[in-house]
């Protein structure tokens, strides 16, 4: 990038030419582009600054990387003698009054080279971590074993979490180009770029090179002719290299082109403003001197002792944004994180590798070996025991901090809450249990989606994303997302709590299964004995609320995916499954086709088949007479699903009156939009899930707030419908036929949109078929 002012600068205050070249990168032995087992942190040599200090202040950050190849003619003095040369001529002080002196003149300009290089860990266990690191702004190498086949199962290797497809070279390359489009914001057409680079040419046969390097891309090519980012892609290059010889003459062709991308790259050579590089280069002293985070009062602090210039509370924020984006620092602008900067981002990676690391870097034996093992096994950890790991001494910086980096975390959904509430009071219980789904890496091995998730006993539907692989944050949100509003399920003995599978009791009678399978994620509604006992509100009610959650995930992820003409904000659809569970119609289709016939089986499936997930809520009408929620009613605290409901039925406008009137104050509101500004739905929702948990809500306080409005109380017979019914309902439900009857008669009256029962009269129908 290049800091400069309007006017422009005279040739003498250019940097010397030599200064951008006098140092190259240094290769270590133990670096191996084709070997992704080992986890290792890519440095650059750092360039000090110049001593000559004559008209222009040199501001060559650590780690800066030339682009050249070229050798200079300067020979460089070692880091020790630059840095005594430079103490000889100058101190801080001093620096920072000539800084401050040329800054004035506004003849200030800096053309800096800088490339930051990050080896992401081979490792499935890392998979879920990698979206901290990723921005558009980067320029992405895949790496894989041109050695290989395509299509030739790596032996030894799991697949990533939440899949469960054969590992091939082919399928983990879907898996990046997924990961990167998906977590990269798009901001340039085409951008961020991603370079192939097949390696292990050693093991090849000098005479069939060429003839494998042609089989390689041609498969790469094939592989992505349709993708939705094929123009992010670089392909044509067909590098293919040994990393094992620095002097294979593909290492330089690979270098060329990752400077010529650099180059083409539209953030190369931006603009920044001269006011900020005081603040700027105050930062770069402290992380020099070792120091990783700071207070955000504490950067305050800084800007303000400027002699140049001080940056606006807004154009500090903007600072803060700019360089969280360039990878520089980390900075997230939410309530819970605001207060606290990471300036040495490298301070993230021994945070992920403290407790998201392969079996190969466990503790041999202790207490921090069993959390491990716990760990693997349930995918659980508890606050404690994370703060136990960093109490280690290799890890010490964390500590000061950990509340901070615990909550940042959360943000990252690198651990995600299991959030229970109290059944009586509806009041948030502190959480004790946290999901740490990366680390879950067991697949599902029980029977229960043989013996029980039949075409006989379960619905399904799928959320389909664009691409082939849905990246591992996604699903593993959805399941940390699941975890906070459902049990899971025992079955056989065994929770059932896997790799991309989670299987979870919603009442005596319902199950919900979610799995992920390539580019879907499959939602069940199984009942213990048959589908046709599966109540319409139940699965309309799950629906809605998986996928208001997907919603607020994706777009969480800025994805760059382009969407389906279903949904032109989203990147998935709905498809519904045929009564075998296997074929699907999106549905879109399904909503304007009289009949479908699918194309496995054969059979004919009516419009009619699909109402039991879109339960009309026309129809969800109270009769004239209707008195409104009995007292028994009135009393209970609203679920998720009916808060979610709710709030769909009204305007934005009217939800954050009703809020106000329920006691929640009007920063609140504004805080939940500012974090979610383009998802009005998610702040409706979370406004009224914060005030249960805030206030311990019930519907009697909805119903005095709706009678302030004027508006009907009515509404909450239809939300709580389903809730009121079956928290009685589930009682009765078990597998005799008094049941079976008693089960169908309620069916046939929610179908018919009768208002709900009162308890009395739910007990007086069991009683008539005892």
Not at 3 to 22: P, V
Not at 238 to 262: G, R, W
Request: with cysteine; net charge neutral; hydrophobic share 35%.
């Amino acid at each position: 990038m290049t800091s400069r002012d309007e006017k422009g600068t005279n040739s003498s205050e250019k940097l010397d030419q030599h200064q951008a070249s006098d140092i190259s990168p240094a290769g270590s032995k133990d670096d191996d582009m084709g070997n992704p087992g080992v986890l290792q942190q890519s440095q650059a040599m750092a360039l000090p600054l110049p001593s000559n200090t004559s008209n222009t202040i040199s501001n060559q950050p650590p780690s800066a990387i030339p682009l050249s190849p070229e050798t200079s003619s300067i020979v460089p003095l070692s880091r020790q003698q630059l840095k005594q040369k430079m103490k000889a001529k100058m101190t801080i002080d001093e620096i920072r009054r000539k800084m401050e002196k040329i800054l004035k003149s506004g003849k200030y300009k800096m053309k800096v080279g800088r490339l930051i290089f990050w080896d992401f860990g081979g490792q499935y266990v890392y998979y879920t971590t990698h979206q901290t690191f990723m921005t558009y702004r980067a320029l992405f190498l895949v790496v894989f074993d041109g050695s290989k086949g395509l299509h030739e199962q790596v032996s030894d290797v799991l697949c990533f979490p939440g899949q469960h497809m054969t590992p091939t070279p082919a399928v983990f390359l879907q898996h990046w180009v997924n990961c990167i489009l998906t977590y990269c914001k798009a901001v340039y057409t085409g951008i961020p770029k991603i370079l192939f680079v097949a390696t292990h040419k050693d093991k090849v046969p000098k005479e069939d090179i060429e003839k494998r390097r042609t089989e390689l891309y041609s498969g790469v090519e094939e592989l992505f002719k349709d993708h939705e980012g094929r123009g992010h892609l670089i392909i044509d290059h067909k590098i293919f290299v040994n990393a094992t010889d620095k002097t294979d003459p593909e290492i330089n062709v690979l270098k060329k082109a990752i400077t010529d991308l650099t180059f083409q790259h539209p953030c190369w050579g931006e603009s920044m403003p001269n006011a900020s590089v005081p603040l700027e280069l105050e930062i770069a002293n402290l992380v020099a001197k070792g120091k990783q985070v700071l207070l955000l009062r504490e950067v305050e602090e800084l800007n303000s002792i400027s002699k140049v210039s001080v940056l606006s509370n807004k154009e500090l924020r903007d600072f803060l944004q700019f360089h969280h984006s360039l990878g520089k620092l980390v900075y997230f602008d939410t309530p819970q994180l605001r207060g606290h900067v990471i300036i040495s981002p490298l301070l993230l990676v021994e945070v992920m590798r403290s407790f998201v690391t392969d079996i190969a870097f466990w503790p041999k034996k202790g207490l921090i070996r069993n959390t491990f093992e716990r760990m693997s096994g349930s995918g659980i950890i508890q606050r404690k025991d994370l703060y136990l790991i960093w109490e280690q001494k290799h890890f010490n910086k964390i500590s000061p901090y950990k509340e901070f980096i615990f909550d940042m975390l959360i943000h990252l959904d690198i651990l995600s809450e299991q959030r229970r509430y109290d059944v009586t009071t509806g009041s948030r219980l502190p959480v004790e249990n946290f999901f740490v789904p990366c680390m879950l890496t067991q697949r599902n091995d029980t029977r229960f989606m043989t013996h029980e998730c039949t075409p006989e006993k379960a619905i399904s539907l799928a959320f389909v994303f664009k691409g082939t692989i849905i990246p591992p944050a996604l699903p593993n949100r959805l399941i940390s997302a699941c975890l906070s509003m459902w049990t899971v399920k025992t079955y056989e003995g065994k929770q059932l709590l896997f790799s991309g599978f989670i299987g979870l009791s919603f009442d005596k009678a319902h199950d919900i299964v979610v799995c992920v399978e390539g580019n879907k994620i499959f939602l069940y509604i199984v009942h213990e004995t048959s589908n046709g006992l599966i109540v319409p509100d139940i699965a309309t009610g799950i629906k809605e609320c998986m996928y208001t959650t997907l919603e607020r995930i994706s777009e969480f992820y800025k994805s760059t995916v382009k969407a389906t003409s279903i949904s032109q904000k989203l990147p998935f659809h709905i498809e519904y499954a045929c009564s075998r569970l296997e074929c699907h119609i999106t549905e879109e289709a399904a909503q304007t086709t009289d009949e479908w016939i699918c194309n496995k089986h054969k059979i004919v499936h009516t419009k009619d088949k699909w109402n039991i997930w879109n339960q009309d809520q026309e129809k969800e009408q109270c009769e004239e007479d209707c008195p409104g929620l009995t007292e028994d009613a009135l009393i209970q605290v609203p679920s998720d699903i009916e808060l979610q409901r709710f709030s769909s039925r009204f305007d934005e406008t009217t939800i954050r009156e009703l809020a106000i009137h329920l006691g929640m104050a009007l920063q609140e509101w504004d805080d939940l939009k500012s974090n979610n500004p383009r998802c009005v739905q998610i702040v409706k929702y979370r406004i009224l899930v914060k005030w249960r948990e805030k206030c311990s809500g019930t519907f009697k306080n909805m119903w005095n707030a709706l009678t302030k409005m004027e508006l009907t109380i009515h509404m909450l017979c239809q939300v709580s419908y389903f809730f009121f019914n079956f928290r009685f309902l589930k009682e009765y439900l078990n597998v005799n036929v008094k049941n079976h009857v008693f089960s169908i008669c309620i069916n046939l009256h929610v179908e018919t949109g009768h208002c709900c029962y009162k308890p009395r009269q739910l007990v007086f129908l069991d009683i008539k078929y005892q």
